[in-house]
């Protein structure tokens, strides 16, 4: 890492927001592609809540549910959980999102600049982002300010990245089981 990491990590925000700017007029992307050696579906839909459900929560869902990862109760916890997304998440336009951001997939290059790798890139709510990017450990605080000093998110974010990252710790669940179950169950509870 670089001598001046509140300066580094203040220009990944900053370069992050911007990779957010690139718009697009649905959500989702013109194919299918991965999530680690998940196929991620994207089809493209009008409104971030139905791409949510549809795209990233139900087919992680039913393969838990299919693997004996998650029971019939954590299934009708999220169908209730669908009903109040609408309510929970602002609306934002279709930002363009790496969609695996977490640290493993950050790199300094050799002028000590960020770089990402390993993109699932769609075109997503940026929370979707932000969210993973605090799942495993989090990034400097420094990131997240340059971010918002850059493209300020909607007033509760902080709230809500439990219930954006429940799609990759679905993800985990169905590729690791492990304890992403409880994970789960415990944001399962806060909403519903």
Do not use: I, T
């Given at each position: 890492m670089p001598s001046d990491d509140?300066?580094?990590w203040t220009v990944f925000g900053h370069a992050l927001a911007r990779l957010?700017?690139?718009a697009a007029p649905h959500f989702g992307l013109d194919r299918d592609n991965w999530i680690g050696p998940l196929k991620q579906l994207n089809a493209r839909t009008s409104d971030w809540t139905t791409f949510f459900i549809q795209q990233r929560l139900e087919p992680q869902v039913k393969s838990a549910r299919d693997n004996h990862r998650l029971g019939m109760g954590e299934v009708?916890?999220?169908e209730?959980?669908?009903m109040k997304l609408p309510v929970l998440i602002p609306t934002?336009?279709?930002a363009l999102l790496h969609g695996d951001l977490w640290h493993g997939n950050f790199l300094c290059d050799e002028r000590e600049q960020p770089v990402l790798i390993d993109p699932a890139v769609y075109f997503g709510h940026r929370e979707m982002d932000i969210a993973?990017?605090?799942?495993f450990g989090g990034f400097d605080a420094s990131f997240y300010e340059g971010y918002n000093a850059e493209r300020p998110l909607e007033r509760?974010?902080?709230e809500r990245m439990d219930l954006h990252?429940?799609?990759p710790l679905l993800v985990h669940l169905n590729l690791f089981e492990g304890g992403y179950a409880q994970q789960v169950r415990a944001v399962l509870g806060r909403y519903v």
């Open positions: 509140v300066g580094l957010h700017g690139n009708l916890r999220f209730r959980l669908y934002e336009p279709p993973m990017s605090r799942l509760g974010w902080e990252n429940l799609y």
